[in-house]
């Protein structure tokens, strides 16, 4: 019997993208690979990891691949294991893509029915009934896995049922517990846990991933994904998710402007402004905001040298930003004032920065 004790297709999953689980090829993480290698071989697998980084890096991706290799009975006692690569037909492998392996748990937000959307949390009820496959003992004495997927869903309540089990694991039991913002886990969770932070993925590992998920993604034109790489930072879903001309132009258009402070175009400002406060431009103004955010990241890093004085206006702005945007979607409020005085603010800010 399925151990996934949500059942239907994830809530977040990109559309036409394969599921991580479904995902056997992987691109690069190597020394993320070996830290799991490492411990098969010694016998010493820690019992609780915290895989942590940007969203569509493939930590999920990283998990089913542990996770495949440990529930083959065979590769997890093999102490010369090299990799943790699983081919597609072995039993293993076919029972965790069904998520029908009966000593593996997933954890992750319900998904949409006809009559709900997805659900927003992954409630207590649920981690406590996948959490019973932990009170036996596995049927072949091997490793009995949960997959949490990801750590941002759990409540309050969720997350403490979870940390009993980790506090006092049985013995060979492994979690894998997914997070795209590892500092924001709970405290105890977090010291219990291995952590294992997963980069940005390098330009041409993107590429190959990109490659190797057939058409329609590997049908599209290369200078198109050249022109997304830039602002896919680092991850592929993001990559993804912008392999459209449309939308990498408009990225050019606000970068052009936000490359431009503190001189600001006020015609070309007023312009976006006014796109982007009608009612179907919300895609487009929820990629504004991530352009400005990424933009004024890379200002950071890029002046971190100056110190935090001189580079706290580009904080400051920031936050405002952040608080004035969820003020905008909580109280429906037009947007182009936001917008106008979001770029005189930037303006301002990289002025004093200078």
Known sequence: MSRDVQGGAEPDQLEGAPHPREQFAFFGHREGEEDFLEGLRSGRLHHAWLIGGAQGIGKATLAYRVARTVLDPQRSRDRAIASLDVPHGTHAARQVAALSHPNLSVLRRAPATDKKGPSATIPVDAVRRALAMFGSTAADGGYRVCIVDSAEDLTISSANALLKVIEEPPPRSLF???????????????????????????????????????????????????????????????????????????????????????????????????????????????????????????????????????????????????????????????????????????????????
């Open 176 to 354: 894998l517990i997914v997070s795209h913002a590892p500092q924001r886990v709970l405290p105890t969770i977090r010291s219990r846990c291995r952590r294992l932070l997963l980069r940005p993925l390098e330009d041409r590992d993107i590429r190959a991933a990109i490659g190797s998920l057939g058409s329609p993604w590997s049908d599209i034109p290369q200078d198109l994904v050249d022109q997304a790489l830039p602002y896919g930072e680092g991850s592929v879903r993001r990559t993804l998710e912008l392999l459209d001309a449309e939308k990498v132009a408009f990225i050019d258009q606000v970068t052009r402007l936000l490359n431009g402070l503190p001189t600001t175009d006020a015609r070309q400002v007023l312009a976006l402004a006014e796109s982007l406060s009608r009612r179907d431009a919300d895609d487009s103004y929820a990629l504004a905001l991530e352009t400005v955010e990424r933009w004024v990241s890379e200002r950071l890093h890029e002046q971190a040298g100056l110190g935090a004085s001189r580079l706290a206006p580009l904080v400051e702005v920031c936050e405002k930003i952040g608080r004035s945007a969820r003020e905008i979607d909580v109280f429906n409020l037009d947007r182009r004032p936001f917008i106008l005085t979001m770029f005189d603010d930037l303006a301002d800010a990289v002025r004093r920065a200078a």
